[in-house]
């Protein structure tokens, strides 16, 4: 009986994580521990600063947390294309029209994002959190799906696999 309680409890532990999963599909391969380490220089009032991470280096909020690229929405589009469920795992960095940068060369803007509030673009990319990344450093999202990237502080996606999965 005990047997059966613990397995029991195993599977619901496992449902719940499936129904909370942080990636859109279950097509999501293992993401790797990152070495991001972000600036010293980087705080809560500078929109994008960038980060040394063994990806290389990369765009970072003021905070340290990455950020990310999507292959599915249009570069220098008006609008993003993760919507629903996407947008919940994948929240849209909050934009203004005059950001503070630190050390990022690309072009920065602005969309409306799909809450209507503005979205940041880099290099014409819409940015976008990942909820599975829960610190500064973090960079679970990074190759999910072959469709999410990290982007160079220009703003070109690094799209090579450098998770080793």
């Not at 993401?31 to 991001?36: M, N, P």
């Not at 340290?64 to 249009?74: E, I, L, P, R, S």
């Not at 690309?106 to 959190?129: F, H, K, R, S």
């Amino acid at each position: 009986m005990t047997s059966r309680i613990a397995a029991s409890l195993a599977a619901a532990s496992l449902a719940l994580l499936a129904l909370t999963a942080c990636a859109p599909t279950n097509s999501e391969a293992p993401a790797a521990e990152s070495s991001t380490a972000p600036n010293t220089s980087a705080s809560s009032e500078v929109a994008l600063s960038t980060a040394d991470s063994s990806i290389g280096t990369i765009v970072v909020d003021g905070t340290g947390k990455a950020v990310y690229q999507f292959d599915n929405d249009t570069q220098n589009g008006d609008s993003s294309s993760c919507t629903g469920q996407c947008a919940a795992n994948w929240p849209a960095v909050p934009g203004s029209d005059a950001p503070k940068l630190d050390g990022v060369t690309g072009e920065v803007g602005t969309i409306t994002g799909v809450d209507g509030e503005p979205q940041l673009t880099l290099n014409g990319w819409p940015l976008y959190y990942y909820v599975g990344d829960n610190a500064a450093g973090d960079t679970y999202g990074q190759g999910l799906q072959g469709i999410w990237w990290v982007l160079t502080p220009a703003g070109k996606p690094i799209t090579s696999d450098t998770s080793g999965y």
